[in-house]
Each structure stands twice: as structure tokens, then as C-alpha cells.
């Protein structure tokens, strides 16, 4: 049998896995949705065991579908939804609290403190982040703060931290192995971006024991090997790790500076490579830490927009004006236009460039006349006047425009999202064959690690567009569109941002 990669795609809705054949091509294919936990308003939280029993079952549908055999495995490469932060006993694996997802706000009341007090500058400097809820750091002392005697253990070393992919290592190698990799690392609040290494003022400033904080690596290395995972072998060496964002930027084949990708999953995801220089940004975007690899770090300017697929499915499941997300290309087709409407899709505040926790989802423009129609054209196209956005922010820190923009993820694959993407960017995109790079980027990283790819220009010439959209917009009506955009923003922002 064909050696073969397994690529752990862990995600915020689902654990996918890929099997990847050494011609890059998807042998396999599984996925398998978890329970989404909502225990209070703005608050997010995943089961650890849920979320690592979906990895099995998805290990377990994807090799027996597929007719491969596990032990033909040459290595596996992991990716996950990044700032997701899980606490665990050492002694036994067992998680203390469920993990508080990326998207929970709990610890918003804690990042206005710090802000307050003039802590700001220096997260910004060291970081590359800013002080929001969204990051690890105020979510790993919120639990060892409200889980009984957790402070103490953390203090003794007791338990551990992780973000998603150090919980699946320390799992998939039978707790031999407590590491995290420098994607992952630069989202936490507490990594020095210029050292590459933990800070010992901002874990003090965040209340994080170091004691609990994960060994940092490179994206592409041996960390340890499988043991005692049901449905796999053990001595598989597990040899790859990015973050969600990362891993796609790398299945993107984005090396070059000035290489970007958009990633549309339940938010929409805008890096753009910078190379060996860590831009700073002064536009609302981060600075993050994009893979490490033989000892070289790469750095990206990332923006984030919170809700993407997450709009859609709030058309889907609160308004239930479509039976299926894919549904919305169709009956945003049955217009030409939205008739005015805009939809800020800020149902979880305003992220990069604003960074608005106060924000709100605002619809603006209803008529008499506006259908389910209108609103669904319009949810596409607050997406896409997002990520617009986050390009703007992006171009004026780096001091030159985006001149080409690749996509992925599941709403990528709408074409009237696409089209519209390119025509307020005044740029070309491209979609891939593939839309699911986040694996694919995972999948690659652990093949460079155990010998599969040569180097990155063997990876490169495996990377196939299947389509490329051109900008098709006059420029007069996208300043007119653009402008009523800006004007739904500042609605949403509230009162201050209109005055």
C-alpha cells in the first residue's frame, strides 16, 4: 500500500480528517460535528472529550471508507482552532473545565482593566496582539481562578495548558509529549514575538503560572509518536502543527511576502506573509507568528472577522429563511442586488480593524419591498465588505496593495460570494481544487518533517487553482457600495461612532 499522511483538521463545529496521498490528492475524508456548549450570554465552551472523541470517530469513518491501512501512515500533522484554551491534569489527562472557545467573551471585563491601567503598548509590542477576549492568556486564568484548588496545582505543576493541538499531542502520544508550536504560541498573549519564547512579565501581568505553558516548537518536526490511540498503530510520529489560520496560509503555498489568503469558515480569516519581518500595525490588524520551520520563523499581518459562515448559519437556524447553508447562493441569486440593504454581520462585536466588542449585527435599508432575498444577498456581501476591510487595514501597514487574494474554506466555494469578493477588493482570486488548505497546510507541514516533500518548491507544484474571478465592478459603483458600508459600520458601532 501507497504511504500516506493523516492530517486533524479540529475545528469549532467539527473534527475533520484528511488522508493525503504523497501526490497530494485526498484519499480520505471524514468529519464529525460536536455539541457547542452555551452556559451564558457571550459565553463559548467545548468539552474536551467530546472534541477528542470526535477525532477518533472522524480517524476511524476516514480509514474505513478509504481501504487504507493505518500502518501505511508516514506521519500526521495537526491544525486547530487557535486561542481555544483547555486546562488538564497531568497525572491522568483529564480536563479541570471545559474549554472556553475563542469566540467567549468572559474575559472582555478583564481586558478594559488592563487597557486601564496602561498595559496595552506593551501586549502591542511584545505580542503583536491586542487586548481582547479573544486570546488565551485572560481565558487560562479565568479557569484556574473559578475552578476550586486550580491555582494551586497550576502553582505546582500539576496541571497543563494548551491550546487544541497541544490537548491532541499530549492525547495522541499517551501524555508523552506537552508542546505547542510558534503559530499557536503568538495567540496566547504571553509569547514574546521577537525572542520566540514565553514572557515572564506578561504571564505575571495575566496571572498565567509558566508552570502550565507548553514546550514551543517549530511547524514541521518530530514531536513524539503515537501510542495507545484506538484505530492507530503505535510509533506513527506526529510531525506536524499550525494554527487553523497559519496552516491554511502555508496550503495557500503563500511563502513569498505579499502572498495572502482568506479563509472563510465561521469567521473570515485575512493573512498576508511577511516574511522574516514582523510588521507592526498601526490599522487595527496583529502581527502573529506565521510557522517556524528549520529553525527560520515566517511572520503574517492577520485580520480577523468574527462572523463569516456563522451569519449564514444564523439565517439558517435563528431566522430559518434557508433549509441548508449552501442554500443562500441560490436565494441570493433570485435579485441582482440588495435594494439598498446592508447587514453587519457583528453578532459577536466588530473584531480587526475595529475591534468593537460593543457592536451589533445591524441590518440597514429595509423597505416594504425587501425580501428574504435581499437579506440573504446581503449577509454575502457583508462578508465579503468584511474581508475588504481587513485588506485596507493590511495594505496601508505594509505600504503597498494586495495584488492577489487566494480562498478557501466553505463559503469559498460560493461563486457569487467569490465575484463579489474580487469586485470590491479590485483584485484576482483564486480558489484552489482543493478549499480545505487548512488540512491540506497541516498534511504538508508533516510530510516536509518525515521526508515525503523535498522542500517547498515540491510542495508549490502541487498546489492546483480550479478557478480564478476578476474584478467586474465599475469603480464608481464600488465607491457608492463601499461608502454605504462605511455607513452601516458606524451604525453598528452605536452612537459615538456617528457622531
Request: with cysteine; hydrophobic share 40%; proline share 4%.
Amino acid at each position: 500500500m501507497p504511504r500516506h499522511l493523516l492530517a486533524i483538521d479540529q475545528g469549532t463545529t467539527g473534527s475533520t480528517v484528511l488522508l493525503v496521498g504523497e501526490d497530494t490528492r485526498i484519499l480520505g475524508r471524514a468529519g464529525v460535528e460536536f455539541p457547542q456548549h452555551f452556559p451564558e450570554p457571550g459565553w463559548v465552551e467545548h468539552d474536551p472529550e467530546e472534541i477528542w472523541q470526535s477525532v477518533l470517530q472522524a480517524l476511524r469513518t476516514a480509514y474505513a471508507h478509504s481501504g487504507l491501512d493505518p500502518k501505511d501512515c508516514a506521519g500526521i500533522g495537526i491544525t486547530n482552532q487557535r486561542e481555544t484554551t483547555v486546562v488538564w491534569e497531568r497525572a491522568t489527562g483529564a480536563p479541570i473545565h471545559r474549554a472556553i472557545v475563542w469566540q467567549d467573551r468572559r474575559t472582555a471585563p478583564r481586558c478594559k482593566e488592563l487597557e486601564q491601567k496602561g498595559h496595552l503598548a506593551l501586549v502591542r509590542e511584545r505580542t503583536g496582539l491586542v487586548l481582547d477576549a479573544y486570546f488565551s492568556g485572560t481565558k487560562i486564568a479565568w479557569i484556574l481562578d473559578h475552578t476550586a484548588g486550580a491555582r494551586a496545582r497550576a502553582e505546582r505543576g500539576e496541571l497543563a495548558f494548551g491550546t487544541i493541538d497541544s490537548f491532541l499531542v499530549w492525547r495522541l502520544s499517551g501524555g508523552a509529549a506537552h508542546v505547542t508550536d510558534s503559530s499557536n504560541a503568538s495567540r496566547t498573549l504571553l509569547f514574546d514575538l521577537h525572542r520566540l519564547t514565553w514572557d515572564d512579565t506578561l504571564c505575571q501581568l495575566l496571572g498565567v503560572p509558566p508552570a502550565v505553558l507548553p514546550e514551543v516548537k517549530g511547524a514541521s518536526e518530530v514531536y513524539a509518536t503515537t501510542a495507545g490511540v484506538p484505530g492507530l498503530p503505535d510509533g506513527i510520529p506526529i510531525a506536524g502543527i499550525a494554527g487553523d489560520q497559519q496552516a491554511a496560509l502555508f496550503g495557500q503555498t503563500c511563502f513569498r511576502p505579499g502572498e495572502a489568503k482568506c479563509t472563510y469558515g465561521t469567521g473570515a480569516f485575512l493573512l498576508v506573509t511577511t516574511g522574516e519581518r514582523a510588521v507592526p500595525s498601526r490599522n487595527g490588524c496583529l502581527t502573529t507568528v506565521a510557522w517556524t520551520l528549520n529553525g527560520s520563523t515566517s511572520y503574517a499581518l492577520e485580520g480577523s472577522s468574527f462572523i463569516a459562515g456563522a451569519a449564514v448559519q444564523w439565517l439558517r437556524d435563528g431566522l430559518g429563511i434557508i433549509a441548508r447553508s449552501s442554500d443562500v447562493e441560490a436565494l441570493a441569486r433570485k435579485v441582482d442586488s440588495t435594494g439598498g440593504v446592508h447587514f453587519v454581520p457583528a453578532l459577536s462585536g466588530l473584531g480587526a480593524p475595529h475591534w468593537d466588542p460593543d457592536a451589533r449585527g445591524t441590518i440597514t435599508g429595509l423597505t416594504r419591498g425587501s425580501t428574504a432575498a435581499h437579506l440573504a444577498r446581503a449577509t454575502l456581501e457583508g462578508v465579503a465588505f468584511s474581508v475588504a476591510d481587513l485588506a485596507r487595514a493590511m495594505e496601508a501597514d505594509m505600504g503597498e496593495r494586495i495584488g492577489r487574494l487566494r480562498v478557501d474554506g466553505g463559503a469559498a466555494a460560493n461563486d457569487l460570494l467569490m465575484q463579489f469578493q474580487s469586485d470590491v477588493l479590485e483584485v484576482p482570486i483564486d480558489r484552489p481544487e482543493n478549499v480545505e488548505t487548512t488540512a491540506l497546510g497541516a498534511a504538508y507541514l508533516a510530510g516536509l518533517a518525515v521526508g515525503l516533500f523535498a522542500d517547498l518548491d515540491a510542495v508549490k507544484r502541487a498546489h492546483r487553482i480550479a478557478r480564478a474571478f476578476t474584478p467586474e465592478m465599475e469603480a464608481a459603483e464600488r465607491t457608492r457600495r463601499l461608502s454605504g458600508w462605511q455607513d452601516a459600520v458606524r451604525r453598528s458601532r452605536g452612537a459615538d461612532a456617528l457622531r
